[in-house]
């Protein structure tokens, strides 16, 4: 579970003790349950990674709901909606460097809406490394108002390494280099820092 989680547990968790003590059981089960539903939301599970130096692995648990091959103005792009039913940490995609970690206000329109890749609030991480540039966009949803990022910029990370969490319900967009080859489609499911959603051959002299 992430850290992050307990203040949210506790909360519900300690007036359920103190309502079952006093003989109260109904709200107490009802705090617990909810407490329960709070450190589930917020499991952190391992992962297995997989072996590949040209492979890029998803940055988040969900449903792929875009895939957009590059064009003449648009980098080739991967969108993935997280219900409240997904593992909410993300994952960097690639091994490398992080250029730069960039945070922007918006609004919380639906995570599964096209709309909210360009309206809602977000926070985008740059990285660099053997496979190239590509940018990884933690987007809020209508639930969700709580991104959160471990990195900044100048922190090297590993492929799958955890690099932040969303709470309650959001979307995480991956932009990839245009000769990204794609091994993903629209409705699939995929894990974080497991799932392979692109290949890339590496590129010299990137760190």
């Known amino acids: 579970m992430i850290s992050a989680a307990w203040p ?6 300690v007036p359920a003790t103190l309502l079952f003590a006093f003989h109260h059981p109904l709200p107490g089960a009802i705090l617990l349950i909810a407490a329960i539903c709070i450190a589930l ?5 391992d992962r297995r990674i997989p072996v ?6 998803s940055p988040a648990d969900g449903r792929v709901v875009e895939v957009r091959t590059a064009n003449g103005t648009e980098d080739a792009r991967v969108a993935i909606f997280l219900s409240l039913f997904n593992v909410h940490v993300n994952r960097s995609p690639i091994q490398g460097k992080i250029v730069s970690v960039n945070y922007s206000p918006g609004s919380f329109r639906p995570a599964y809406d096209p709309l909210a ?13 053997p496979l190239g540039k ?16 471990f990195k900044k910029a100048g922190d090297t990370v590993e492929r799958g390494e955890r690099i932040g ?20 489609s629209v409705g699939d499911t995929v894990r974080g820092g497991e799932s ?12």
């Open 8 to 13: 949210y547990v506790l909360t519900l968790a």
């Open 41 to 45: 939301f917020f499991r952190d599970p």
């Open 52 to 57: 590949g130096d040209e492979l890029v692995v």
């Open 117 to 129: 890749s360009s309206t809602n609030e977000r926070n985008t991480l740059a990285l660099e490394g």
């Open 134 to 149: 590509m940018d990884v966009s933690q987007i809020a949803g209508i639930i969700a108002r709580r991104i959160r990022c």
């Open 165 to 184: 969490y969303i709470a309650f319900g959001s979307r995480t967009e991956l932009t990839l280099p245009a000769k990204a080859e794609i091994v993903v």
């Open 196 to 207: 392979v959603i692109a290949k890339l051959p590496g590129e010299r002299g990137n760190a």
